[in-house]
């Protein structure tokens, strides 16, 4: 009988030991996760915090982009002006040299 008591008693130490190792498992397991959701929800802002500050960047090129495409085609239409009226001028000094030419042709002549 005695025998018995001390096997029960040695058993119910085990489970003590065994529960207590278990507590303390699932408390370091607890604490573990907690700081791994710490670690992801800082991670977490940060990203948030740069795709925030990316977004801005992005806009602000493309604010930029449109304001010299729009100056990119103001310059083409100026360019388009500029060209027509050297296209005029050419002519202009063209007739003016045959002009010129004719009139000294003629004086030569008379």
Not at 13 to 34: C, D, F, G, I, P
Request: glycine share 4%; hydrophobic share 30%.
């Amino acid at each position: 009988n005695l025998g018995h008591e001390a096997t029960l008693r040695l058993l119910k130490a085990k489970v003590r030991v065994l529960e207590e190792e278990v507590n303390r498992l699932t408390l370091e397991n607890s604490k573990q996760k907690q700081n791994d959701n710490q670690k992801t929800s800082s991670l977490f802002q940060q990203k948030k915090k740069k795709t925030s500050k990316l977004q801005k960047t992005i806009h602000t090129l493309q604010g930029q982009l449109e304001k010299y495409s729009n100056l990119a085609e103001e310059k083409k239409q100026q360019n388009k002006v500029l060209e027509m009226d050297l296209v005029k001028l050419k002519k202009d000094l063209d007739l003016m040299d045959r002009a010129g030419k004719k009139s000294g042709h003629l004086r030569k002549l008379s």
